[in-house]
């Protein structure tokens, strides 16, 4: 097997089971913090909110190491290290202060394997594989949402046949199969990505510039991130409580949006040839203003169900093309550019986590209307980022 094949192949399965561990958690975290443990809505939002400033942290720290460190793949295995060590914590030890310390202590650790999965590979590729890094890099995205499509019937079955908790010790056996995917890059000596060639003679990294049209876009893809990180908190709470469904309703809605992600994803990377990326995310944040007003207005798990078609190509344009975007930020910083990725969506999430607090009531579609206003901002900046990109 050729170097690379077998880098690509170990890449792939680490992005896929990273998507798994955050396919089986992430739909049932709500349910596991709020009705298996007791947390009230606030208290589970000022969790969710400490996780996420734990994770913009680890995300800048990471990702400035990742451009100065002699080999990314450490910090892919540290990353993969502590997000099974979390999950096991989460899933072993049933309490709300074991729950708390895994979110806010080791999870950061671990929801940054995605970015420094990405970072690791887009810096092997653009050396092993120039021509082929873009299109390369789809395809591992597609990974990460094909694990969206099997993970989420299953984790409900688990959940079902034995409770919530079951999903996470299902996202942390995943977990594990991450760091054993990670390990074995070190069987393959070429694998090795260290500090970039374009450091100069002094030994001084590029200047970390952010242009103003980024500015905006970051801005624009922060508030479609917000919209997204309440859809995946609110969406079971709404399925479940709002409309009467089960476990196995909320597992089927995600499967259902991750099947149409992928060919969508794609779809929308093939655009990207011919169209800016600033305009695909516009587009994208539009879409998903549409489908939360679908959800706002549905009386059925049915109709919530039709809803995700909307949601999928939203999401299938924004999660796939934000990565390319924001790790093209930042010139010559390819790990800190790609922090970007995880410090948008620890700010999101930590924004998601206080408007969940403060905004819920008798119904969690009111989360559903907020998500809504937020995404119409972020078309908004995103035009703006376009413009700007067009006069400079």
Same mark, same amino acid.
Not at 32 to 57: K, P, R, T, W, Y
Not at 89 to 105: E, G
Not at 239 to 259: E, K, P, R, T
Not at 323 to 340: C, F, M, P, W
């Given at each position: ?12 399965? #680490? ?13 049932? &975290? ?10 009230? #809505? ?7 909110? !400490? ?25 892919? !295995? ?15 030890? &049933? ?44 395809? !591992? ?95 079971? !709470? ?68 039709? %809803?995700?078609?909307? %949601? ?32 948008? #969506? ?47």
């Amino acid at each position: 097997m050729q170097p690379v094949t077998l880098v690509t192949g170990l890449m792939a399965a #680490n992005i896929f089971l990273s998507g798994a561990a955050f396919a089986a958690l992430v739909p049932f &975290r709500a349910i596991i913090g709020i009705e298996e443990l007791g947390l009230s #809505n606030a208290q589970f939002g000022i969790v969710m909110a !400490l996780s996420a400033l734990g994770g913009a942290g680890i995300a800048l720290l990471l990702g400035n190491l990742s451009d100065r460190v002699q080999d990314r793949r450490s910090l892919v !295995l540290l990353s993969a290290i502590m997000g099974a060590l979390g999950l096991a914590v989460v899933w072993a030890i &049933r309490s709300p202060i074991a729950f708390t310390l895994a979110f806010c202590l080791l999870l950061p650790f671990g929801g940054a394997l995605f970015s420094q999965s990405f970072s690791y590979a887009r810096s092997y590729f653009d050396r092993e594989r120039p021509a082929r890094a873009e299109i390369t890099m789809s395809y !591992l995205r597609a990974g990460f949402t094909l694990a969206w499509i099997v993970l989420p019937p299953i984790a409900g079955w688990v959940a079902v046949k034995t409770s919530s908790f079951g999903a996470a010790g299902l996202a942390a056996a995943a977990q594990v199969g991450c760091i054993l995917c990670v390990a074995l890059l070190w069987k393959e000596p070429s694998s090795r990505v260290g500090i970039k060639k374009q450091v100069d003679e002094s030994g001084a990294l590029p200047p970390a510039h952010l242009p103003l049209a980024y500015r905006f876009g970051i801005l624009g893809v922060v508030c479609g991130s917000i919209g997204l990180q309440l859809n995946i908190v609110a969406l079971p !709470l709404v399925i479940m409580q709002d409309l009467g469904g089960s476990l196995a309703d909320v597992g089927l809605n995600a499967a259902i949006a991750a099947a149409i992600e992928v060919p969508a994803m794609i779809g929308w990377g093939y655009l990207a040839l011919r169209v800016s990326k600033e305009i695909i995310l516009t587009i994208s944040c539009v879409v998903f203003a549409a489908y939360f007003g679908a959800v706002v207005i549905a009386e059925t798990v049915l109709q919530v169900m039709f %809803a995700q078609v909307l %949601a999928a190509i939203a999401i299938g344009a924004f999660l796939g093309i934000s990565i390319s975007y924001l790790q093209d930020a930042i010139r010559g910083r390819v790990g800190l550019s790609t922090s970007l990725i995880e410090l948008t #969506n620890v700010t999101a999430a930590m924004v998601a986590a206080g408007l969940f607090a403060v905004m819920t009531g008798a119904s969690y579609a009111t989360l559903m209307i907020g998500a809504a206003w937020l995404c119409v901002v972020g078309a908004v900046m995103l035009a703006l980022a376009e413009v700007v990109r067009r006069r400079i």
